[in-house]
């Protein structure tokens, strides 16, 4: 192919881009609140309520996300004969999953501060909250970084999933016009986009792990 064409696949797959991040940022916004509030009450001293939550984090956990963006996204139909927006589909699909990871990350983080520090916290006279936020928390979020990274470099390239219930982004479009123009260039171009979002999504990690040793 020459420079032109390669030129032109650049700029088609670009067009993608913007639905691939979307994908990506809303997961964020909702799956990581949604995953806290699991990870507490996963810890929960009720066991109705912790057990509910060990039954939802395996079956997210021990079957495969394509099924689950399937299921979300069929099962309304057949079960009530309701049909709804694809994209709204996968989203819910990408919120239920990576909600199930990052709870399982935040409870190892919530459980991995000693109790003691809570004892000696309330001798000092802090209180619930204060011991949250200024002596818990920042632990926690040290903790959780590492694996946090990964999960969330795994979800920029899971969006490629998409397509499954035909929602296109860069991945799918780059499909189509290998197909179209009988070369692997637009896969190549495609791997180039996820490897420049995955670096930068590793440098802002990267950054926020030196900034709390700074603050630590």
Known sequence: MDTSSI????????????ITLKIFVLTLIFAIPLGAVVAVLRNSKCKIISGIMKLYILLIRGTPIMLQIIFVYFAPYYLF???????LALIIAFVINYAAYF?????????SIPE????AAYTLGFNKIQIFFYI???QV???????MSNEVISLIKTTSLAQVIGVIEIFSLAQKQSNYNFSTVPL?????YYLILVFLISVIFSRLEKRLEYYN
Do not use: W
């Not at 003691?116 to 004892?119: A, R």
């Not at 979020?141 to 694996?147: E, N, R």
């Not at 190549?188 to 180039?192: I, K, L, S």
């Open 7 to 18: 030129l032109n696949i650049v700029k088609i797959l670009f067009s993608g881009l913007d």
């Open 141 to 147: 979020i040290k903790i959780i970084l590492p694996p």
């Open 116 to 119: 003691g520090q809570k004892e």
């Open 188 to 192: 190549v171009v495609a791997g180039g």
């Open 81 to 87: 004969k309701v049909s709804y927006d694809r994209f």
């Open 136 to 138: 818990t928390l920042p």
């Open 103 to 111: 709870s399982e990350i935040f409870r190892s983080g919530l459980n």
